[in-house]
């Protein structure tokens, strides 16, 4: 029936965060979809190609003989239509990112709820408890005590102190169950 003397101190919410294996999902999906945006992004040019390129051979030249030629260069080459950049794919992982987004806040104000919710359950049986222990049990316990000396004297009747008794076990139970 020990009680502390305090309300045990509320942890952070981040601590709370790193607890749940829910928003660690979320956030993998989040970064999921921050990859699939980075990879239709990346697919908008993927037919555009610039390239730079160096040649050597050797040929026969008929008059001259054996000769080294080198060529150096710059591509470029241009799909056609122009237009086409992938942008449904894009607005699509655009859409999913967001959604991902907005499902982690969402999680996190459900979290923040649960968790208020849970400590407000705790001062509340921590208040009850303390009420208990500190008057009503007391109360309880000295009402029985005085009705059982009363009863030894032929002042109450029998079924007034068990009436006590019972009311001192049902605070000490309902003490007990706040406590834990």
């Known amino acids: 029936m020990a009680l502390p003397e305090q309300v045990p101190a509320a942890a952070s919410t981040n601590d709370v965060f790193l607890l749940r294996p829910d928003y660690f999902i979320a956030l993998a999906r989040l970064e999921k979809a921050d990859g699939t945006l980075q990879l239709e992004k990346s697919k908008r040019w993927e037919d555009l190609e610039l390239s730079l390129f160096i ?18 260069g710059l591509g470029f080459a241009i799909p056609l239509p122009i237009r086409q950049r992938n942008q449904g794919a894009i607005a699509s992982a655009v859409l999913d990112r967001e959604t991902r987004f907005l499902d982690i806040e969402a999680l996190q104000f459900r979290i923040r709820n649960e968790y208020a919710q849970a400590q ?13 222990s500190d008057g009503l049990l007391t109360l309880a316990e000295s009402n029985f005590t005085d009705l059982r000396r009363a009863y030894e004297k032929g002042q109450s009747s029998l079924l007034q102190v068990q009436q006590a008794q019972e009311q ?9 169950a706040a406590v834990a």
């Open 120 to 132: 407000q359950a705790l001062y509340d049986a921590y208040a009850t408890a303390k009420e208990l």
């Open 168 to 176: 001192v076990l049902e605070l000490k139970s309902t003490a007990l």
């Open 55 to 72: 040649e050597r051979e050797r040929a026969i030249d008929a008059p001259e003989g054996l000769e080294r030629n080198t060529l150096a």
